[in-house]
């Protein structure tokens, strides 16, 4: 099948459905809707399609694509007030496969309480038994888990078996990594000697504790299993399936009589006819992009009244929760020297000589560094590093924003917070992660040694109390987002964050792990010992994005803020049409088509509550999920 590589001939044709954006969620939902001959379906993908590029298939060469604008969008945030107004990068894939294709590749499950609060938030359908069989039609577990004996396994506290909740026949190719350095074991025994037991079946919905995670790197060819290998690349030959890279999605386009600047949400439903999209490269001051739904609704007339008119884009559809309740994980990298400069770590790679040597390995034996990426994790609930009063003022914090929220907290935004609080006093449910890294991570502190040896731990708040939003900034298509994560705008999230990386000290501190170390490099030993000022200061200086955005445009009731629906329509459109092909509008580089099927937001954006898990498990399932509902859609008429 064809892959476009103009528009001419990808419009020449009409499609039952378009779908915007060829990422890690889009191209699921395309493969599986091109699996019924009789439908075309069309993905219009902004960035390029790199096949076979080393630095996409090598897991080592993880990090090559970030900051490269083929690969990357590479946008920023906003001046951060709570961080001293520094401007973060945030990541995100611009090339078929998106953030599949750029990501770290390690694959988690939520917890059974994180899919229940989507049912919570008046979601019905989204519960964990509502997900588990999605979740076995994406991934295909190795039949043998880790090589080894059952000491090994458990040492490693990887999965074994689980019946019933995973599955080898699905699409995603998992596996354990070959290399794990020497500090992935004694970072487990570590985190067991203060309490934090092993929890081999992280992937069975009870997700707390230590666990090695399988990651998205095929066991066989020791390459990374993303979207476009494992979707679209299979399907690529069907005749029904095409896709366009290069094209830059400027808007859906809306119909209906009743809609007009002074009848915004006027009768009936505004309906999706067509999309715009420009092809090749921005003309003037480069390429640009978008946090993308949020930014093409707004950019087609659906949000908030007021923001749109300021914008002089003609407001079609009231909906202000476009944008709003952008919610990620912030991250706090630490990295320890290790004593014995010779134990062998990625800093290693830094080396050329040593890289060119481990690069052959790889080649001849599919091991070793290349074939690998960091996998022990660490989940914590905060009874782990917080006593009793610190973790009741921090539940208490929540009750000021929760009242402010609106109908005296009992609105969605409310009971948002309210589930909130419910885990962070619920000793069953992780709100940090610890992510072991076994090389130096803490760069915004400063470079590592030359020769130095280093073991980091990554500090992660999975429930940020923080909340943003992404907005488009002008009317001009490809203009720049504003994307404000507000990042630890809430002033417990400091506190958590602060009490996570005391208590990974801790952990650094704790034999097997402690007797490696020679001493903390960042932060330093002063920063540790200054109570608040020090800390909280290397905190605010090195906290990053842990580029898990999600919920600006949350499937919830519409009251509440909502601005998709449980079945992922958008609201106050009817979704569907069926014109014919050809616009009399068409020029090279904009091209405006009537066709299809748009207007469902698929993709991370619709999650309305942040999880305590890496979000691409969870996403690939999405997909599948979701597929059902459009085909249900089209033909069920639902
Ligand atoms: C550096 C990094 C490491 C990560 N590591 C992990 C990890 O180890 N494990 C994990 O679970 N998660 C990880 N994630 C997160 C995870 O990969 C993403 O959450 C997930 O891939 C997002 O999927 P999506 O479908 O929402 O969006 P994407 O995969 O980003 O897809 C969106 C697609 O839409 C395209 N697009 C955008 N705007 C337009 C437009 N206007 N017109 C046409 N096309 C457009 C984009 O180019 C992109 O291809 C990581 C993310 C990053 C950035």
């Not at 499609?15 to 001959?37: F, K």
């Not at 979601?123 to 880790?146: H, I, Q, T």
Request: net charge negative; hydrophobic share 35%; glycine share 10%.
């Amino acid at each position: 099948m064809p892959h476009h590589s103009n528009p001419e001939s990808f419009t020449r044709r009409t499609y039952d459905y378009i779908v915007i954006g060829g990422g890690s969620t889009g191209l699921v939902v395309a493969a599986r809707l091109a699996e019924d001959p009789s439908v075309q379906v069309g993905i219009i993908e902004a960035g390029p399609y790199h096949k076979d590029d080393p630095r996409v298939t090598i897991p080592g060469y993880f990090g090559k694509t970030l900051g490269d604008p083929s690969f990357d969008w590479m946008f920023e945030s906003t001046p951060q007030t709570h961080l001293d107004n520094r401007i973060l990068p945030l990541a995100r894939g611009r090339t078929l496969g998106g953030t599949s294709t750029i990501n770290s590749m390690t694959w988690a499950r939520a917890s059974k309480a994180d899919y229940a609060a989507l049912v919570e938030l008046g979601n019905k359908g989204w519960s964990w038994e509502d997900w588990l069989p999605y979740f076995l039609r994406s991934e295909s577990m190795p039949e043998a888990y880790v090589k080894g004996s059952r000491e090994e396994k458990e040492d490693l506290a990887a999965y074994d078996a689980n019946e019933g909740v995973h599955s080898s026949e699905g699409r995603v190719k998992l596996g354990y990594v070959p290399w794990f350095g020497d500090t992935h074991r004694p970072f487990f025994r570590a985190l067991e000697g203060l309490g934090v037991p092993s929890n081999p079946s992280s992937g069975s919905g009870a997700n707390t504790g230590n666990f090695t995670l399988v990651t998205s790197i095929d066991p066989k060819s020791a390459t990374r299993s993303n979207a476009t290998s494992a979707y679209y690349e299979p399907s690529s030959q069907s005749s029904n399936l095409h896709l366009i890279t290069g094209a830059h999605v400027t808007r859906i386009l809306l119909d209906g009589p009743e809609r007009s600047e002074g009848n915004v949400g006027g009768k009936g439903e505004a309906r999706a006819v067509g999309v715009e999209f420009e092809f090749g490269d921005a003309q003037d001051g480069g390429e640009e992009g978008s946090y993308m739904s949020p930014v093409i609704l707004e950019q087609s007339g659906i949000g908030s009244p007021s923001l749109l008119k300021s914008l002089g884009i003609t407001p079609l559809v009231d909906l202000p929760g476009v944008g709003e309740n952008l919610q990620d994980h912030p991250l706090v990298p630490m990295s320890y020297e290790l004593k014995d400069s010779k134990t062998i770590t990625g800093d290693l790679l830094r080396d050329p000589a040593f890289a060119a040597k481990e690069l052959e390995y790889y080649q001849k034996t599919r091991k070793g560094q290349y074939a690998s990426i960091h996998s022990a994790f660490s989940l914590l609930p905060l009874q782990h590093l917080m006593t009793p009063p610190q973790i009741s003022a921090v539940a208490r914090s929540i009750d000021p924003v929760r009242l402010s929220a609106g109908n005296g907290g009992r609105g969605g935004k409310g009971k948002r917070y309210e589930i909130q609080r419910r885990w962070i006093e619920d000793p069953t449910h992780a709100n940090i992660e610890l992510m072991h890294v076994p090389e130096y991570c803490a760069f915004g502190a400063g470079p590592p040694k030359k020769e130095g040896r280093y073991v980091s731990i990554l500090v992660v708040l999975m429930h940020a109390l923080s909340k943003g939003s992404v907005h488009a900034s002008s009317k001009k298509s490809r203009a720049r987002p504003v994307i404000n994560p507000a990042f630890l705008s809430h002033p417990s999230d400091m506190t958590m964050l602060a009490h996570g990386v005391r208590f990974a000290h801790r952990v650094a501190g704790t034999s097997p792990l402690g007797d490696l170390i020679s001493s903390p490099s960042h932060p330093t030993a002063e920063e540790l010992a200054s109570g608040g000022g020090g800390l909280e200061g290397y905190i605010k200086k090195l906290v990053e994005s842990g580029h898990h955005p999600i919920g600006s445009c949350s499937m919830l009731p519409r009251r509440d803020g909502g601005v998709v629906d449980e079945r992922l329509k958008v609201y106050g459109t009817s979704n569907i049409r069926f014109v014919p092909p050809f616009p009399s509008s068409a020029r090279t580089d904009d091209f405006v088509w009537d066709c299809v099927v748009v207007g469902f937001v698929v993709d991370a954006s619709i999650l309305p509550i942040h999880f305590s898990a890496h979000p691409q498990a969870t996403l690939y399932a999405l997909g599948e999920k979701v597929r059902f509902f459009l085909y249900q859609f089209v033909v069920g008429g639902v």
